[in-house]
């Protein structure tokens, strides 16, 4: 685990409490989010720079699109997993500075438990740029996903990488690309590495 130093983020109480959204456009701010956040329907929503903490499922669906530059998503709780789904779009980048400079997803590592998972399975999920450590949970990229083409880079570290039912994953590595750092021991010379 390269990033196995890397400390969790601090932060307070709950701010925000279970947030559903089906419709129109919302713009979020960084902070604690308890009970879930849904993005539903036609809902187009834009994250603002900073941190976010998940406690509770992150869900997009539909045809719903999440946006954002310079985010980094903290997920904790033990429903606090990812779920991309359906036609959803999904164009984030990870951040830039701060704790989770060149963090995009940071699964909180005090979660365990083999059936712990972060399901991509959304049509449109072309922008992943930054790193993914979830290193206690799987990572399951499901059919007719297109995950993370048009990202400069994206860095997995996981449990497991699950890629089932034939979609598209991407793992790029155009790090120059972005002002997205990446984090010591992910760069290096050769353009992909799996490791058992």
């Given at each position: 685990?390269?990033?196995?130093?890397?400390p969790r983020p601090s932060y307070g109480a709950c701010e925000f409490s279970k947030t559903d959204?089906?419709?129109g456009m919302t713009t979020l701010k960084p902070g604690v989010y308890c009970g879930g956040v849904f993005v539903s329907g036609d809902a187009v929503v834009d994250l603002e720079?900073?941190?976010y903490i998940f406690n509770g499922p992150l869900v997009v669906k539909d045809k719903a699109t999440l946006r954002g530059d310079d985010v980094g998503l903290f997920m904790t709780g033990a429903a606090g997993v990812i779920k991309f789904m359906n036609d959803a779009t999904i164009d984030l980048n990870g951040r830039e500075s701060g704790a989770m400079s060149g963090l995009l997803i940071f699964d909180d590592p005090l979660q365990k438990g083999s059936m712990r998972a972060h399901?991509?399975?959304a049509s449109n999920a072309r922008n992943l740029t930054?790193?993914?450590?979830i290193p206690n949970a799987n990572f399951v990229v499901?059919?007719?996903a297109l995950v993370a083409q048009d990202s400069a880079y994206t860095a997995i570290v996981a449990k497991r990488l699950i890629v089932q039912g034939g979609p598209t994953l991407v793992l790029n590595t155009?790090?120059?690309d972005t002002s997205v750092p990446v984090p010591d021991?992910?760069?290096?010379?050769?353009?992909?590495h799996l490791v058992d």
């Amino acid at each position: 685990d390269p990033l196995a130093s890397r400390p969790r983020p601090s932060y307070g109480a709950c701010e925000f409490s279970k947030t559903d959204l089906k419709t129109g456009m919302t713009t979020l701010k960084p902070g604690v989010y308890c009970g879930g956040v849904f993005v539903s329907g036609d809902a187009v929503v834009d994250l603002e720079p900073g941190e976010y903490i998940f406690n509770g499922p992150l869900v997009v669906k539909d045809k719903a699109t999440l946006r954002g530059d310079d985010v980094g998503l903290f997920m904790t709780g033990a429903a606090g997993v990812i779920k991309f789904m359906n036609d959803a779009t999904i164009d984030l980048n990870g951040r830039e500075s701060g704790a989770m400079s060149g963090l995009l997803i940071f699964d909180d590592p005090l979660q365990k438990g083999s059936m712990r998972a972060h399901i991509v399975s959304a049509s449109n999920a072309r922008n992943l740029t930054g790193t993914i450590y979830i290193p206690n949970a799987n990572f399951v990229v499901e059919p007719s996903a297109l995950v993370a083409q048009d990202s400069a880079y994206t860095a997995i570290v996981a449990k497991r990488l699950i890629v089932q039912g034939g979609p598209t994953l991407v793992l790029n590595t155009n790090y120059s690309d972005t002002s997205v750092p990446v984090p010591d021991g992910i760069k290096s010379a050769a353009a992909i590495h799996l490791v058992d």
